[in-house]
């Protein structure tokens, strides 16, 4: 029988405060365990494997982004969707740096996150249709966005900038050379 109050959200909760707390190394089902008071054993009721549970952490991640992406760009378009998205996504990294590290390069082709990385991608399309981007314009700008923000944000999170210039202007060189690289479709 389960432990009263123990779900697989709750298992995933505890490899989430793990994760943050100490980093993804140390996610590990006997970890899991330790924070949610129970028999390492216990947990296979809610997850099948670490590997599964791994799956979870990066699911739950995903959608947290989506989330905060998405409240930041409703009721935007154009330049401002897109500064609100970096700064977004840049302060994701920030708050939550062990757990973005959890998130898997690829979700879009792994089955078991499909649906989760196509909402994610959705948002960031979105985000760029204001210039008129479809197809391919919009997957090639979408990665120069990911690329630009996931790099700036991971150096960032291991602490590798180390030169006194502010990292707030840097970051928005970046967007603004970002920004020039889009165009509006003209009708």
Do not use: W
Not at 101 to 130: F, I, Q
Not at 131 to 151: D, F, K, N, P
């Amino acid at each position: 029988m389960p432990r009263a109050g123990l779900s697989t959200a709750a298992v995933v909760d505890a490899a989430l405060a793990v994760i943050d707390q100490d980093g993804l190394g140390v996610l590990t089902l006997s970890a899991v365990a330790d924070r949610t008071g129970v028999a390492a054993p216990s947990l296979y009721k809610h997850v099948r494997n670490l590997a599964e549970l791994r799956t979870l952490v990066g699911a739950r991640v995903l959608e947290e982004m989506t989330k905060q992406f998405t409240a930041v760009i409703v009721g935007r378009s154009g330049d401002d969707a897109v500064v609100a998205l970096m700064h977004a996504y840049r302060r994701y990294v920030a708050d939550h740096p062990a757990r973005y590290a959890a998130m898997p390069m690829d979700p879009v082709h792994d089955l078991s996150l499909h649906a989760a990385g196509v909402k994610l991608l959705e948002v960031m399309l979105a985000t760029l249709r204001g210039y008129g981007m479809e197809g391919s314009a919009a997957i090639h700008a979408t990665r120069c966005l990911r690329v630009i923000v996931h790099g700036f944000a991971s150096i960032e999170a291991g602490g590798g900038f180390g030169l006194p210039e502010d990292l707030d202007d840097t970051y928005g060189q970046l967007i603004r050379m970002y920004l020039a690289t889009l165009s509006t479709k003209e009708d």
